[in-house]
């Protein structure tokens, strides 16, 4: 009995020690995992091949959070802001894009997030393959086909088709574009890349605009002026250039 016990407290002996050094070396294995972060300062566009040879690219005063190593399961990034993924296939690690609010989810494909903190609207734009995208921590994502568009706003998504799927990326080629994009939704870009602030008159803020291409290259003042000749709104205060961090009142036409 007593070789028996012995042997007995052995064995757990054993069994713990091997589970402690298992646990060690899993804390080790988390412990080296580095973590990166690329941003692309105000009035930038940033370019970046990440360590799966996916490409993306950052829109202005955006951040994205990604492992110097993706694992062997899945490839997660996370991104404040607006990016433009074109992401190398790769069947048995799906490509995960993180949000405040949202996760997309793909294998390789060409897409577009639009998720900057604090605008309340996130939209994803699917221009090639396929991805899945719905609220963070949930199981039951929605699917989009390629010219769709996946918007959250108010706490609800919606699937919509985009007329001019391209328009969507405008800013990676530098230049702004919008069809029938609400205003509030224009004020929004421009004041992300100029770096002011805008307040809305509430009876104009979801009148829509058509804007051809135009270069971010332009002053942003000569935009406003072309936008409020076109709807009859007013800008307050009005003055030949705006200042980074200033604000400026959209104001209906009395």
């Excluded at 202005?60 to 074109?86: I, W």
């Excluded at 990676?172 to 992300?192: C, N, P, T, W």
């Amino acid at each position: 009995k007593l070789i028996a016990a012995i042997i007995i407290g052995i064995i757990l002996s054993t069994a713990a020690y091997l589970s402690i050094r298992k646990k060690e070396k899993e804390t080790h294995l988390l412990a080296v995992v580095e973590y990166k972060t690329i941003y692309s300062p105000v009035g930038k566009t940033t370019a970046y091949t990440l360590p799966d040879g996916s490409k993306v690219w950052l829109n202005t005063n955006t951040t994205l959070h990604y492992p110097e190593k993706f694992t062997d399961c899945n490839r997660k990034v996370e991104l404040n802001g607006e990016a433009y993924f074109d992401v190398v296939k790769d069947e048995e690690r799906p490509f995960i894009v993180l949000t405040d609010s949202s996760e997309t989810r793909v294998l390789g494909t060409r897409f577009n997030v639009d998720a900057y903190k604090g605008s309340g609207i996130l939209k994803v734009s699917l221009l090639e393959g396929a991805v899945l995208v719905g609220k963070r921590d949930e199981s039951v994502p929605n699917k989009l086909e390629p010219g769709e568009q996946m918007v959250f706003n108010n706490g609800s998504f919606s699937v919509e088709k985009m007329s001019k799927p391209e328009e969507s990326t405008a800013w990676q080629r530098d230049s702004f574009a919008f069809d029938q994009v609400r205003l509030a939704d224009i004020m929004h870009k421009l004041a992300q890349y100029y770096n002011f602030n805008v307040e809305i008159d509430k009876e104009i803020e979801n009148e829509r605009f058509t804007v051809g291409v135009t270069e971010r290259s332009v002053p942003v003042n000569l935009i406003l002026r072309g936008l409020a000749r076109t709807k009859g709104f007013r800008i307050y205060p009005e003055k030949n250039s705006i200042s980074p961090g200033e604000t400026i009142m959209i104001l209906k036409n009395e």
